[in-house]
Structures are given as structure tokens and as C-alpha cells.
């Protein structure tokens, strides 16, 4: 398909360039309030599978501190997120370094999330589909209530948006996404344990009691 192979990817080049430029003032001010008030490193990295299951860096602001207990372990996330961190996640500002992520390659602005590598091991066939475009700044299964569905009915949006590529779906997904945004719902929060937990837990589990990892209707 024409649009999925070459005008998908002139477009992710052109907007996030000047997603970039446009917004480069905003992310020097971004930048020096994440320093001044979670620390170093301004930047949250993190290695995610994109196309093909290659392995990259996806970058973020953090959104955490680095508080740790008595032990020298880091208290759970809830106590690390700030204030200003749950601003960054509930406004979505937290997610734009990775317009450098577009403009390099590693993903696309419409896409299947790029979750864990852990995660890997444990998607069946037809949701490995998702691994078969770049993964999105936003995607299908973020704007259809992705924090308040479960895990089978997000990878399920996923493999939909791959099979229905094209313009039409990816203007939707940026128009939705743009009303999610606006009107602060929770659906683009960035959250890798949803409503369920842990994927791969989950996923481990329903193997070992069912020998499949699909859900038996």
C-alpha cells in the first residue's frame, strides 16, 4: 500500500520536524522545570521493541524522583510521582521527546504503543501483527479507553489499526487523540500495567494454567 509505505513515513518526518521547531521553546522550558524539580537525568530512557521487534530508546521527560528508603531502594512509583509529574502525564507533555524518536525512525506518530520487551515472549501470532509498522506516539487502542480495558481488547485495537492502515485511519486516531488530550481523560496516560497488571504476569499465568496464551471463549 502506497500510504503505508511511503507517505506514512514522509508525513512523521514533516510533522515531527516541526513539531520540533514549533515547540522547541516549550521543550527548553519542559526541560528546566523537570531538572529544577525531579533532578537528573531530565530524560527518562528506556529500550521498547518498534518494527520488526527491533530494539530501541524511547525517550521521555521524567515524570519520577529517584526518592529512595532507608535500604537505598526506590520508594514505589506512587510516592516518586510528583505533582508535576501527574501535570506531565495528565497533559501528555511528558511524551514529547519522542517527536526525535519519529523524526530518527524508531516510530511513528500514529502506531501501536510500544510497550516492554518483556513483553515480548508472550503475544500470540495475530498480536504480533502490531510489531509489523512502527510503533506510535499515539495509537488506536489510547484513544478507545486504553487504561480502562483490558490487555486482550488493547492488543485486539492494535492488530485493527494495522489491518485498516491508511490516511483515513490515522487522521481519526490524531483527531481523537487531540479531543482526548483537550478534554484530560486518563485514555493516553502512559501506563504499561493497564487496569489488569503486569502483561507478561498475566500472560505467564494463563499459560501455565491453560497451555495457551489466548483467551478460551
Not at 47 to 54: A, C, F, L, S, W
Not at 57 to 65: A, E, H, S, V, Y
Not at 200 to 217: F, H, P, V, Y
Request: hydrophobic fraction near 40%; glycine fraction near 8%.
Amino acid at each position: 500500500m502506497i500510504y503505508g509505505k511511503y507517505i506514512k513515513r514522509l508525513l512523521d518526518i514533516l510533522l515531527s520536524l516541526m513539531g520540533i521547531i514549533i515547540l522547541s521553546p516549550l521543550l527548553l522550558v519542559l526541560a528546566v522545570l523537570v531538572r529544577c524539580k525531579l533532578g537528573s537525568p531530565i530524560l527518562f530512557r528506556q529500550e521498547r521493541p518498534g518494527k520488526d521487534e527491533k530494539i530501541f530508546t524511547l525517550c521521555k521527560f521524567r515524570t519520577m524522583t529517584d526518592k529512595k528508603d532507608k535500604e537505598g531502594k526506590l520508594l514505589p512509583d506512587s510516592e516518586r510521582l510528583t505533582g508535576f509529574g501527574k501535570l506531565l502525564r495528565a497533559t501528555s507533555l511528558d511524551e514529547l521527546p519522542e517527536l526525535f524518536n519519529i523524526l530518527k525512525g524508531d516510530m511513528s506518530i500514529i502506531g501501536p504503543r510500544p510497550l516492554l520487551v518483556s513483553y515480548l515472549p508472550y503475544y500470540t501470532q495475530e498480536e504480533r501483527l502490531r510489531h509489523t509498522v512502527r510503533p506510535g506516539l499515539t495509537g488506536l487502542a489510547q484513544v478507545s479507553g486504553r487504561n480502562f480495558i483490558d490487555w486482550d481488547r488493547r492488543l485486539e485495537k492494535d492488530v485493527e489499526y494495522v489491518k485498516g492502515l491508511s490516511l483515513g485511519m490515522d487522521i481519526r486516531v490524531l483527531w481523537l487523540t487531540v479531543k482526548t488530550v483537550l478534554g484530560h481523560r486518563d485514555e493516553v496516560a502512559e501506563d504499561t500495567h493497564a487496569v489488569e497488571g503486569n502483561f507478561a504476569q498475566i500472560r505467564k499465568q494463563r499459560l501455565e494454567e491453560t497451555g495457551s496464551l489466548k483467551l478460551k471463549s
